[in-house]
């Protein structure tokens, strides 16, 4: 469902950065259910991952959003940690590709 209302909203609005606090926020939601409920499943992870790595994409692009969001990703990243389903590791891999964040 969250990928439909993303994917109207991209017809509707130009605004990358708007789009991609949507989606750092819907993986920050992501990984606070599943923190508080326990485990959900493969699909479940499948799209939280994919939000995840059209963020870093975004970041990966432009270094102030990267400043303006790092304290966010790296929250995400660590909060992560004992999530099944190769999560976490998939978002330590997508985090530590960023260009910016070797030169922290």
């Not at 708007?18 to 992501?30: R, S």
């Not at 409920?37 to 963020?55: L, R, T």
């Not at 790092?70 to 909060?79: G, T």
Request: glycine share 8%.
């Amino acid at each position: 469902m969250a990928k439909k209302v993303l994917s109207d909203l991209k017809k509707v609005c130009q605004n990358i950065e708007l789009i991609a606090e949507l989606k750092l926020y819907f993986v920050e939601c992501g990984t606070e259910f599943t923190n508080m409920y326990g485990d959900i499943d493969g699909s479940f992870y499948n799209v939280v991952c994919d939000m995840f790595c059209d963020v870093i994409k975004i970041v990966s692009g432009d270094r102030t959003l990267f400043e303006k969001w790092n304290d966010r990703l790296v929250n995400i990243v660590q909060e992560s940690d004992g999530i099944g389903w190769g999560f976490h590791d998939y978002l330590v891999e997508e985090y530590y590709g960023v260009p910016w964040v070797e030169e922290e």
